[in-house]
């Protein structure tokens, strides 16, 4: 799975699909991983989820000689059906990943930051944005922060997002 930065340099808004032009919702290999394709940015490229699924691990000259030998068009062309479909799944795919971010949200982890890059709560709190209270309550897990307050959070402590996300395989609580 790719990172989340790399996901947003690569799909910015409006970004269309390499192949076919439509609204791009995934992040393609170039070079599939299986075929030694890496996750550099040079190697990805936005496209639309029925592109990318249809491609699967071919580059795009194997994948356009294959849809030319079944007698497929080339470039794809997708019905609209398709694609409002595929941007529905990617949505609530979207919104499920959000809400397990929430969920695995570790205040433990938070404060071992913090406390790692020598923060006060009250400087946090000043530079995020955030209430002191905020801070106070998700670093004891009274509550937890939404997903863009954790984006916000891991900015200022210089941080990835999963460093504040408890290892449920560990058995660490959140």
């Given at each position: 799975?790719?990172?989340?930065?790399?996901r947003?340099?690569?799909?910015?808004?409006?970004?269309?699909?390499?192949?076919?032009?439509?609204?791009?919702?995934?992040?393609d290999?170039?070079?599939?991983?299986?075929?030694?394709?890496?996750d550099?940015?040079?190697n990805?490229?936005?496209?639309?989820?029925?592109?990318?699924?249809?491609?699967?691990?071919k580059?795009?000259?194997?994948?356009?000689?294959?849809r030319?030998?079944?007698?497929?068009?080339?470039?794809?062309?997708?019905?609209?059906?398709?694609?409002?479909?595929?941007?529905?799944?990617?949505?609530?795919?979207?919104?499920?990943?959000?809400?397990?971010?929430v969920?695995l949200?570790?205040?433990?982890?938070?404060?071992?930051?913090?406390?790692?890059?020598?923060?006060?709560?009250?400087?946090?709190?000043?530079?995020?944005?955030?209430?002191?209270?905020?801070?106070?309550?998700?670093?004891?897990?009274?509550?937890?922060?939404?997903?863009?307050?954790?984006?916000?959070?891991?900015?200022?402590?210089?941080?990835?997002?999963?460093r504040?996300l408890?290892s449920?395989?560990?058995?660490?609580?959140?």
């Amino acid at each position: 799975m790719l990172d989340t930065t790399i996901r947003t340099a690569v799909l910015t808004p409006g970004s269309r699909c390499t192949y076919c032009g439509g609204p791009a919702g995934s992040v393609d290999h170039r070079i599939p991983a299986c075929q030694g394709g890496t996750d550099d940015l040079e190697n990805l490229v936005p496209a639309c989820v029925p592109c990318n699924e249809s491609k699967g691990g071919k580059t795009p000259d194997q994948w356009r000689e294959s849809r030319l030998r079944a007698g497929k068009s080339w470039p794809p062309q997708w019905s609209l059906e398709q694609i409002r479909q595929d941007n529905n799944r990617q949505r609530r795919y979207a919104e499920h990943q959000r809400a397990e971010r929430v969920r695995l949200f570790s205040g433990s982890r938070m404060r071992k930051l913090r406390e790692g890059r020598k923060m006060p709560q009250e400087v946090l709190a000043q530079r995020t944005g955030f209430s002191l209270a905020d801070i106070q309550s998700w670093e004891d897990g009274t509550s937890r922060p939404s997903v863009d307050q954790i984006s916000r959070l891991s900015r200022i402590l210089w941080a990835r997002l999963d460093r504040f996300l408890a290892s449920e395989s560990l058995g660490e609580r959140s």
